[in-house]
């Protein structure tokens, strides 16, 4: 079957946004076309394409840390702090080492801060 590029794009464009699409390959699930079509012509580059479902990941990642905090759980407050915190933060959290490479050596900074020193 002969398909126009117009057509494969305004498709595959009408069910990102219906059917909320994150990612390039579940687009597939949703159109009457393949993958083989869909990357001879070069869709997979056009930035509406891209643009669209950039803009769903970042609504979704929105909305569920929205949930995130709103949530009457410990968890899900901790994996929010994980996500918004910065690397220290992080690291304090996880309860894991930081290792530092300096000129060669290697500092261990352990999560409460202190420092073993370069080995």
């Keep these: 079957m002969a398909y126009k590029t117009k057509d494969l794009k305004k498709e595959a464009l009408e069910e990102i946004v219906k059917n909320d699409v994150c990612f390039l390959e579940d687009i597939f699930s949703h159109t009457r076309f393949g993958h083989t079509v869909f990357y001879e012509r070069k869709l997979n580059?056009?930035?509406?394409?891209?643009?669209?479902?950039?803009?769903?990941?970042?609504?979704?990642?929105?909305?569920?840390?929205?949930?995130?905090?709103?949530?009457?759980?410990?968890?899900?407050?901790?994996a929010l702090y994980k996500l918004l915190g910065d690397q220290d933060e992080y690291y304090r959290l996880a309860n894991a080492e930081l290792k530092i490479k300096t000129s060669g050596k290697q500092k261990i900074v352990i999560q409460d801060g202190t420092s073993k020193g370069l080995i």
């Design 45 to 78: 580059e056009d930035p509406d394409i891209i643009f669209a479902l950039k803009q769903n990941r970042q609504t979704t990642k929105l909305s569920l840390r929205e949930k995130m905090l709103g949530s009457e759980s410990p968890a899900a407050w901790i």
